[in-house]
């Protein structure tokens, strides 16, 4: 019961660190909105995934989720040539899409 109880704990206190920092190569893809790229081109879509809970069931904090798919895609973005992502969707089971733009920020 006590290890329970530990785990729960930690839980609690990791669940609004976000692990995946954005790189200084991420730090320079924007994030934005279908109709703010409609002059930019389209040059990929990513996926990302990340870990969606902790010890078996028990769930991440979404915001955390959301952000860590977010800066893994802006690390990403640059590799696919582009300057600025746009979510696609919501996150799902610890995964994500965004489009891929190059806007020439």
């Known amino acids: 019961m006590k290890k329970l109880a530990v785990i729960f704990t930690l839980g609690l206190a990791l669940g609004g660190c976000s692990f995946v920092k954005v790189t200084e190569q991420g730090s320079s893809v924007a994030v934005s909105n279908a109709s703010a790229v409609q002059g930019c081109t389209k040059v990929s879509v990513l996926t990302v ?5 902790y010890v078996g069931s028990m769930k991440r904090n979404p915001e955390t989720l959301a952000k860590e798919l977010t800066n893994l ?10 300057d600025t992502i746009v979510p696609i969707g919501q996150p799902m089971d610890g995964r994500q899409s965004f489009d891929v733009y190059r806007c020439g920020r």
């Open 49 to 53: 995934k990340t870990r969606d809970n």
């Open 73 to 82: 895609a802006r690390n990403d973005a640059m590799d696919a040539g582009g």
